[in-house]
């Protein structure tokens, strides 16, 4: 059992350039999420997905684009890699309804020169 | 903005002893809470969810929920090495047909052989 899975587990972008980070969960979960966590900052919701069909801004969607491409996968890219883009970035699933806890993939490590 | 609050620590207690994390939150309408531990370099894992206010037991954590006061706590008992890590609180709120987690910082826990 899987779980979530995230591809690359790390990357090294050059400024300008883009990538797609990619994540995919086995547990028949409807909503899936994309954080980025930085030192001091705990995660920060860039955005989100609640159900297949539909992705909504979260705090931090700036710079970045999301596909739900289908009930299973869910990516996010980065057109113009900046710097500040420079992050630990994770995936996670739940289920719908009150009281479900949420599923993290290992994480991408990015940086960003 | 959503926030949750919670003393970056380091908590630092001994083996055996009870270690005691507190965390506050903002939206009144928070629905659900979590607890999470994260290992450095790891990813966060689910350790306990709470939505009644009171307390609720698994093993040697207990999971405390006072909504008046907009107060969660975590209670480890026998705490153990293996228990060191960071904890994560979240308040999750229902948005855009999903919950939508909001995380702390977290709090470091050292426990000392």
């Known amino acids: 059992n899987a779980g979530v899975t995230q591809t690359p587990k790390f990357q090294v972008l050059k400024t300008g350039q883009s990538m797609t980070l990619q994540c995919a969960q086995d547990?028949?979960?409807?909503?899936m999420y994309w954080y980025r966590q930085d030192p001091g900052m705990g995660l920060r919701l860039i955005y989100y997905?609640?159900?297949?069909?539909?992705?909504d801004k979260g705090e931090v969607p700036n710079g970045y684009n999301v596909s739900r491409l289908n009930k299973r996968e869910f990516s996010l890219r980065l057109e113009s890699a900046a710097p500040s883009q420079t992050s630990v970035y994770f995936c996670?699933?739940?289920?719908?309804?009150?009281?479900?806890?949420?599923?993290f993939g290992s994480g991408t490590r990015l940086t960003v020169v | 903005q959503k926030e949750v609050e919670q003393n970056s620590g380091p908590l630092s207690v001994p083996e055996g002893a009870i270690a005691s994390l507190n965390c506050t939150y903002s939206?009144?309408?928070?629905?659900?809470f979590f607890w999470y531990r994260q290992y450095s370099g790891k990813s966060p894992e689910l350790i306990m969810s709470?939505?009644?206010?009171g307390d609720k037991e698994d093993g040697r954590f207990t999971a405390q929920l006072n909504k008046a006061s907009q107060y969660v706590s975590l209670l480890i008992r026998d705490s153990q090495p293996s228990d060191s890590a960071t904890y994560l609180c979240?308040?999750?709120?229902?948005?855009?047909?999903?919950?939508?987690?909001?995380f702390g910082r977290g709090t470091s826990l050292i426990v000392h052989p």
């Open positions: 979240a308040a999750s709120t229902a948005s855009g047909g999903s919950y939508i987690p909001t």
């Open positions: 939206d009144r309408v928070s629905q659900s």
């Open positions: 996670a699933s739940s289920e719908l309804g009150q009281g479900f806890g949420y599923t």
């Open positions: 997905s609640a159900s297949e069909g539909t992705t």
């Open positions: 547990m028949n979960h409807n909503s």
């Open positions: 709470i939505y009644s206010n």
